[in-house]
């Protein structure tokens, strides 16, 4: 599946659910940041999740559905690491060539889990309190 297919299942909240883990994640992020620049990836990348999710019956709870901090904090990962290595000709080539990005557990190297797992995180963007995350402009 091209990048665009994979984009327009998103988009239109097609995209199978059985596969809708990490990996699909961060292609999307990588292909708003790479196409739209950081400000309007994240707006886009906020509202196709939150659509996605309701399209599909993922209940926003107390740990689980749309993670603001989460979703955030990847993109700016993300964004970064296109900033400094460039991008790549698909989404699945820059996952693959930043074997980085798979370990969907690289959060915890910037946020504690009381920070990461508050109310506040799931809802709005938090700094992370243990370590900056990185940036490039």
């Avoid at 961060?26 to 739209?36: D, G, N, S």
């Avoid at 990836?41 to 740990?63: E, H, S, V």
Wanted: overall charge negative.
């Amino acid at each position: 599946m091209t990048d665009d297919e994979f984009l327009q299942q998103f988009e239109m909240c097609t995209f199978p659910l059985d596969q809708w883990h990490h990996r699909a994640h961060v292609k999307v992020a990588y292909l708003y940041a790479a196409r739209f620049g950081l400000d309007v990836a994240a707006k886009k990348l906020r509202d196709g999740i939150r659509a996605y999710n309701a399209a599909n019956q993922i209940q926003d709870t107390p740990t689980g559905g749309y993670h603001e901090t989460m979703t955030q904090a990847w993109l700016r990962i993300i964004h970064t690491t296109i900033q400094e290595y460039g991008p790549l000709p698909t989404a699945d080539e820059f996952f693959d060539f930043h074997p980085q990005l798979s370990q969907k557990k690289n959060l915890r190297l910037f946020y504690s889990v009381e920070v990461f797992m508050s109310p506040r995180a799931k809802r709005e963007f938090v700094e992370p309190d243990l370590t900056h995350l990185p940036t490039k402009q």
